[in-house]
């Protein structure tokens, strides 16, 4: 049972403090530049929030928009990771498969994943299609480099006592590699996802989207309706937020050990 | 006569990379008995770990011939090693750590065995409140402990310890040693153990190989003819202490 200490309410309140400044600051400026085109009230911005449910702009509802972007990101960030994980093992472990696969992973890994748009919408057309491959595209390289890190990273001397206790390389792998490097391939996971909500923003404000909370700050921003802008980054943020702490708790679950060995 | 557990002959070995040779071994012969325990000493990197990781089969001699007897039962290799770190698998408990080797294809030990050699094992180490834990939750003699469990559980003929107590305070230490003594004792099994200490060398060998500057070659064998347990303030105990400080530095006798 895990009881929040004094010490953890001290820390999430010097947190809070500081949003709630930039609330304040945020509301003032507001107030002072009384122009909803380019700073708009909180007022506003919670009004959106506070009704998810309803259509927003004659749209779709805020929720609608939010669970489209969240589909889109989970199918894209789970087929990054059955292919970045198996192939990050595999460079990993092998010298040969590095001395293949590594030149083209290094050519490929800094091309940002948004160029990829053009190829999308010509191999898959408009649509969840293409934005989930824009995702895949983001989402492989950070599992993909963590994957390789962590397997490299694996202490030598664990390697060695499976091998004097006559373990085969596919057991090597199974009960030494794989759980040795699981921390790090967490790490790239969670990376990842960060990468794949910015990718899903920025693929479906490319247009011919019509759905997701990217096309939905492009409509709004189209409308002159600042506010609905504000609240779907609000709504990013959290998610972003959610997704995080998601991780952190399975890595301190999971991988307590790590850093104690 | 007794038959030999382990026969080295003329173990040679060399490490090469493209900048230069470095001769390691120059034709090492040993015998090792049943129930014995050797301890092999010998100045810095003169290639004493290189010898057990050759045993072991975690390195390739160039030359040589390596006869090892059999293990006895199913489950059961003829060497297991420990290594100076315990590096035991963090992210396994105690007990899943002591039986790794027996749920591993090579040795394919029914799990109800595997229970059974676990507890043994878990007792004869002392362990038994600690199946559940995990290794960091352990101190460093305590984790040694375990290596050394799990070097066990696959009931190895010859027992490689590489410099295991290194690492460990005087105290911890001695309780090893002791164990080690009792480990030779229950279980039946040579043990192999280079180290650097020659009190712990005294205190445990029934015969101390001295190793030659690298490229090794076998020196000299001191047999110990005290009985258990040695006092190591005894007269005797001291004079083979200082004698083999003496052939490991390679100075003269007064």
Known sequence: MVLISKQDILNYSKGLAVILLILVIWEVAALVIQNNYILPTLGAIFAVLLHPFAPVLGGESLIDNMLVSLKEVLLGFFCAAAFAIPIGLLVGWSTEARAYFNPVIQILRPVPPIAWMPFAIAWFGIGIHSVVFIIIMGAFFPILINTVDGVQGVRRRWTEVAMMLHATQFEQVRTVVVPGALPVIWTGLRVSFGVAWMCVVAAEMLPGTSAGLGFLIMYAYNLGQLQVIGAGMIIIGLIGLCADTIFRAGRSRFFSWQGRE | ?254
């Open chain 2, 1 to 254: 006569m007794m038959e030999p557990v382990l026969t080295l002959n003329t173990i040679t070995k060399t490490f090469r990379d493209s900048e230069q040779n470095c001769p390691a071994l120059a034709g090492v012969s040993i015998d090792a008995y049943p129930r014995e325990i050797l301890c092999i000493m010998g100045p810095s990197g003169c290639g004493k770990s290189t010898l057990l990781r050759i045993i072991d089969g975690l390195e390739q001699a160039d030359a040589g011939t390596i006869h090892i007897a059999p293990g006895t039962m199913a489950g059961s290799l003829s060497v297991a090693m420990v290594f100076q770190d315990p590096a035991l698998f963090p992210w396994l408990s105690i007990y899943e750590n002591i039986v790794y080797g027996l749920r591993l294809a090579a040795q394919k030990v029914p799990e109800d065995e595997v229970n059974e050699r676990a507890t043994a094992l878990l007792a004869l180490t002392h362990l038994d409140s600690f199946a559940h834990s995990y290794p960091h939750q352990l101190s460093g003699g305590m984790q040694q402990r375990v290596a050394v469990a799990r070097a066990l559980a696959v009931t190895p003929q010859v027992l490689l310890m590489d410099e295991p107590f290194s690492a460990l305070d005087t105290f911890t230490r001695r309780e090893l040693e002791d164990e080690v003594i009792r480990i030779r004792d229950g279980m039946k099994t040579t043990i192999i153990m280079v180290t650097h200490n020659p009190e712990e060398a005294v205190y445990i060998a029934d015969r101390i190989i001295i190793f030659s500057e690298r490229p090794a070659v076998v020196s000299e064998v001191l047999p110990v003819d005290l009985p258990h347990p040695r006092d190591p303030a005894g007269p005797e105990f001291i004079r083979i202490r200082e004698l083999v400080t003496r052939r490991v530095l390679g100075k003269p006798d007064p």
